[in-house]
Every structure is written in C-alpha cells, then in structure tokens.
C-alpha cells in the first residue's frame, strides 16, 4: 500500500506470510530523510465467535533514529469481524509497549488505538480493505493522530 499523510510524506509497504507469521516491511520518506520498520505478528480466530486476537512486534530505524532510539513495539490487540458475503466489517482496539534499543528490555506503556473499517473481495485473488485508525494515550483517552488506509491485496 502507499499513502500520503499530511505531513508530505510517502509510506510504501509490502508482506506476506513467513514462518506462519504475517509480515511487513514498510518505508517511509519524508523529503530526504527514510525511515524503515519491519513488522511479524499473528493473530487467530477465537471459538465459533466474531472475535479475534493477535500479537505484533515491530522494529523502527533509519535516519531519524539513533543507535540509542531505535524502537520495538510490542501490540497486543482483540476484535470483531463478520464476513457477510463479500463483505466483512470489523472493529478492533490494541495497545503498545516500546522500548528503545538503548535498553532493549525496557518496556513502557506506550500508547493505544482503535481502528475500525472493512475488507471487500473483489475476486478470489484480490482484496480491497478501508480502515481508519485513531492513535490514543496509554488510559484511552485523548485522541490523536487519525488516519485512513486504502489497501489492495492481492494473492499469489
């Protein structure tokens, strides 16, 4: 997928399953300064119910980090989806512990989100998904940052 947030810059990200984990690694320029992340995480169905649970972790560097800044973020969420025919709406919140590679196993709360949007099957082989996704603080108040993401998947 490829989005341009408000703030001019331009996000590339590509991923597949490795090792039964689902992963990404994603780019980020803004004017000359790239930053990178690269993301593995899994989640599953839970029971004969809409619900959902996962786990991510993911590692941030590049130019704006420095040796001692670089993160890893540890996200645990749970949701809800339900497929009616092509569509599947779904809604789900998570939370973020992060450390900084300065002291690796360190973590802190970090922040919050909730995000709710829809997956749409265009075919077998491709997929639409719309999101929106508030950032939060670490009690779920104060919203932040919102975003939304079109993305297409597509299956080889």
């Known amino acids: 997928s490829i989005k341009a947030p408000k703030t001019g ?36 169905d839970l029971g004969l119910t809409p619900l959902y649970a996962g786990a991510s972790a993911k590692f941030s560097f590049g130019d704006s980090f420095t040796s001692d800044t670089r993160t890893l973020d540890l996200s645990p969420y749970v949701g ?8 599947t709406p779904f809604a789900e919140v998570g939370y973020t512990w992060q ?13 919050s989100y909730i995000e709710f949007g829809a997956k749409y099957a265009l075919s077998e082989k491709v997929g639409m998904k719309l999101k929106i996704k508030e950032k939060r603080d670490v009690d779920f108040n104060n919203p932040g940052d919102m975003n939304a993401q079109l993305g297409l998947t597509f299956k080889f």
């Open 9 to 44: 810059a331009t996000e590339f990200s590509i991923g597949g399953e490795v090792a039964s984990l689902d992963a990404t690694v994603s780019l980020k320029r803004d004017g000359d300064v790239d930053n990178y992340s690269v993301k593995a995480g899994k989640s599953m």
């Open 80 to 87: 809800v989806a339900h497929t009616m025919g092509k569509l």
């Open 99 to 111: 450390s900084t590679t300065d002291n690796v196993f360190d973590f802190d709360r970090n922040s």
